[in-house]
């Protein structure tokens, strides 16, 4: 059986947003991106466990999934449901984000 995969409001908003500042420099490749953030995010439909223990979090419910410099984290709310919950730049600290506030 498939995991649904649900897209928070915020992740949401994070691609809008870098796809608003790449596209400064190149509509094609902000299309280019938001298109892979969401073909990565696939594999979590039949294999929800693909992605790593969020490091700094060290919760098994909250992973990740790298997608070039970003980085996809979610949580496995039951094992027929997860919610992606920010698309993060990894070069900053995951802790700065509002979510994460440790």
Known sequence: ?????????LALEDISNIAEFISKDSFHYAQLQTERFFARVEILEEHPLSGRV????SKNELRE????????????????????LTVHHASRLLT???LFKI
């Open 96 to 98: 700065n984000n509002p």
């Open 65 to 84: 999934l790298i997608e070039g410099s970003y980085r996809i984290v979610y949580r496995i709310v039951s094992p027929e449901r997860l919610d992606i």
């Open 1 to 9: 059986m498939a995991t649904k995969v649900n897209w928070t409001n």
């Open 54 to 57: 969020v490091p700094e979090l």
